[in-house]
């Protein structure tokens, strides 16, 4: 079965090995991002033998020329990033399928394995599934789950459904292989589902006010190899990459975001339920000098929006001086026919 295979990344590398172990699929060609071009998928493809390519635009008739003239018997889609519209999708007679980090319906759209931490869930899914012009709306092929265990955070949780990805995509092709496919309605295990959105610079703010176990979530979630939580003391954007929950923490009401206590792991910081533990931080100016904090009780953590409000009411003021300067530089310009900035 001849294949090809539009890829990148940690899941494309490991699916790849996967299908080179087995000689019934000839993976054809490789598609790799145009815009960051994977060097180690393209080291793999000239390793084995394969063609490979990048192209700006996948659905343009140049390219579809390209793949008519290789005849593969089926396209595969792992982490690629362009969409695919419906030329494309019909080219191969045994259709174009992808690997999708989510238990669709559930968990459709970017950034999966982050939401599904960010929410709490206990489990992760991953899903075969054919292309169709919708975003991840296509009849499964297979679909797999593993656990979340409390201690996992992004980079472990990334590790495990890569390899449940590629093993999800084997048996996948198996099944197309042999013939033996029978595509799962999505709307057969929850008529709506839900999308999750693209995470984007900005979205990494920790709102001291929710719960201890919120904030956990949203901690591990975007720790290492993502950009990490942020928070803000003194004035300086302080990265967050590791807390703890702390068992028996008491509910009571109190000012979100202090520090009121210490032990050796790190700060106990008031949440907008009870307590949490930071035990790992670093300054995002030095993102990579990472510490245990040992700030002082009553530390204030997050935004101080009276400190910001006076800064911004500063600026105004020194804007203000700066225009009534010009001004009156203009109307000296204006009776003594000297430049302002000539004058004594």
């Not at 343009?60 to 419906?86: C, G, H």
């Not at 970017?110 to 292309?131: C, F």
């Not at 009571?252 to 790190?266: A, M, S």
Request: hydrophobic share 40%; charged share 25%.
């Amino acid at each position: 079965m001849r294949i090809g295979y539009f890829a990148d990344g940690l899941w494309a590398h490991k699916a790849l090995c996967q299908m080179l172990k087995h000689p019934e699929y000839e993976v054809d060609f490789i598609v790799v991002r145009y815009d960051t071009q994977d060097p180690v998928l393209i080291e793999m493809a000239e390793n084995n033998g394969i063609k490979w390519l990048a192209h700006e635009n996948v659905n343009s008739p140049e390219f579809l020329s390209f793949i008519q003239e290789r005849q593969p018997d089926l396209l595969v889609s792992m982490s690629f990033n362009q969409i695919l519209k419906r030329e494309i999708l019909e080219i191969a007679p045994r259709g174009f399928i992808n690997c999708h980090a989510g238990a669709l319906p559930f968990y459709r759209g970017r950034n999966v394995l982050n939401w599904a931490l960010i929410n709490g869930e206990v489990s992760y899914g991953v899903t075969v599934h054919y292309i169709d012009e919708g975003i991840d709306t296509g009849d499964i092929i297979v679909q797999k789950h593993g656990a979340i265990d409390p201690a996992d955070n992004y980079a472990t949780i990334l590790d495990k459904a890569s390899d449940l990805c590629a093993d999800a995509l084997l048996e996948a092709l198996l099944l197309i292989y042999e013939n033996r496919v029978t595509p799962k309605k999505q709307a057969e295990i929850h008529p709506v589902g839900f999308y999750c959105g693209r995470r984007l610079p900005g979205d990494e703010s920790i709102n001291w006010e929710w719960s201890s176990e919120r904030i956990h979530n949203f901690v591990r979630a975007i720790t290492s190899p993502a950009p990490g939580a942020r928070t803000m003391k003194d004035g300086q954007e302080l990265i967050v990459w590791k807390t703890s929950l702390i068992p028996g923490a008491p509910s009571y009401i109190g000012t979100p975001g202090e520090v009121v206590g210490k032990d050796r792991d790190g700060v106990i910081v008031k949440t907008g339920d009870s307590t949490i533990r930071m035990i790992e931080v670093s300054y995002a100016s030095m993102p990579d000098a990472r510490f245990v904090p040992r700030f002082k009780i009553g530390t204030r953590l997050g935004m101080d929006i009276m400190r910001y409000i006076h800064s911004l009411e500063d600026r105004v003021k020194a804007l203000e001086a700066e225009l009534l300067r010009r001004a009156k530089d203009e109307e000296l310009d204006e009776r003594t026919g000297i430049p302002g900035n000539l004058n004594p």
